[in-house]
């Protein structure tokens, strides 16, 4: 009922930025809380960082605070994920993903398909 679709992945060099998108249709956007989550080959999905439906909270991983930063626009159903300071180990397929609750945990209800971000050294 929830489609979301990330853009903006890309190759980038270590120290470098990215912004990555994602789009939601389908349902009422702006009452869902919305997280991004990374995956690298032979490794399990992590959070990166998430977002209230209202934008009143954020929850970040600390390892990335200082790094990566995530706003919403619910005017065009679309959340992003600026990322500063780049590091090879950050290479991953980066995921979208949209539920009813706020939560560092891979439970959401609704997951784009992935936009692949790799940093060179």
């Known amino acids: 009922q929830v489609q979301l679709v990330e853009s903006g992945g890309g190759l980038v060099q270590s120290g470098g930025s990215l912004r990555l998108s994602c789009a939601a249709s389908?349902?009422?956007?702006?009452?869902?809380?919305m997280g991004w989550f990374r995956q690298a080959p032979g490794k399990e999905r992590e959070f990166v960082v998430g977002?209230?439906?209202?934008?009143?909270?954020?929850v970040y991983s600390d390892s990335l605070k200082g790094r990566f930063t995530i706003s919403r626009d619910n005017a065009k159903n679309t959340v992003y994920l600026q990322m500063n300071s780049l590091k090879p180990e950050d290479t991953a397929v980066y995921y979208c993903?949209?539920?009813?609750?706020?939560?560092?945990?891979?439970?959401?209800?609704?997951w784009g398909q992935g936009t692949q971000v790799t940093v060179s050294s």
């Open positions: 993903a949209a539920d009813l609750l706020l939560s560092k945990q891979a439970k959401y209800e609704y």
């Open positions: 389908g349902r009422t956007f702006s009452r869902y809380a």
């Open positions: 977002i209230s439906w209202g934008g009143d909270r954020i």
